[in-house]
């Protein structure tokens, strides 16, 4: 059998899989994917998703010596975008509770990470009042922004960069953005911790409370 014949083999062996759903519910490997159970509408499942996907993209790149890397880039881009975009959301959201603000509704934040930071940073700023690391986070959300303010540009070949050069003076390096990006989700990241572990503590003591007012009106 030829080269030929080989690959035609493959790619018809392949088309077969067409016949299938598209969804299985035969476990890969000792677990499945769970959706809509435990994981729905978990802001940090889906925000550490998208991180743990751009470094796995950026992992291949390195594995494979930079072969398919102009391929990969806009999905590697995507991935981080869309991993800022989701935790500011998280953090937006539990911050808030927190803090015992009112906070519209998801549809109203929109999709422009520096829109998103510049109403994030100060939810941040009330639970943790000093942070070298805010300015510079500022920064790197900015030129993202810049570049991908709606969140499309990497998805999509007719939407414009507007912050980037021409092809030819363009050039994203994979593992440096990989770096940036993993230095600012330690920030982020340790921020949600932290906020989440407040917000168990302000939820027991409030449900101590209801529990205290219970018993004394039933008391009485």
């Known amino acids: 059998m030829t080269d030929i014949d080989?690959?035609?083999?493959?790619?018809?062996?392949?088309?077969?899989?067409?016949?299938?759903?598209?969804?299985?519910?035969?476990p890969y490997f000792t677990h499945n994917s769970i959706i809509n159970a435990w994981l729905y509408r978990?802001?940090?499942?889906?925000?550490?998703?998208?991180?743990?996907a751009g470094h796995a993209l950026v992992d291949q790149v390195v594995r494979e010596n930079g072969i398919d890397q102009d391929f990969l880039i806009y999905p590697i881009v995507f991935m981080y975008r869309q991993y800022l975009e989701l935790r500011l959301k998280e953090l937006l959201k539990s911050g808030s509770l927190l803090l015992d603000q009112p906070l519209g509704k998801n549809e109203s934040w929109g999709h422009d990470i520096l829109v998103l930071w510049k109403r994030t940073r100060p939810v941040l700023e009330r639970i943790w009042p000093k942070s070298e690391w805010y300015d510079l986070i500022g920064e790197r959300i900015a030129e993202l922004s810049a570049v991908d303010p709606g969140?499309?540009?990497?998805?999509?070949?007719?939407?414009?960069?507007?912050?980037?050069?021409?092809?030819?003076n363009n050039y994203i390096n994979p593992v440096h953005l990989r770096d940036v990006i993993t230095g600012i989700s330690h920030v982020l990241e340790g921020s949600s911790i932290g906020i989440g572990e407040n917000l168990n503590a302000k939820n027991e003591m409030d449900a101590e409370f209801r529990h205290e007012m219970n018993e004394n009106g039933a008391s009485e």
């Open 151 to 168: 969140s499309m540009s990497f998805r999509y070949p007719d939407v414009p960069m507007d912050g980037l050069e021409p092809p030819q």
């Open 42 to 52: 978990q802001w940090d499942t889906y925000a550490e998703g998208y991180l743990k």
């Open 6 to 26: 080989e690959l035609r083999a493959r790619i018809e062996s392949e088309m077969e899989n067409i016949k299938k759903p598209l969804f299985s519910q035969t």
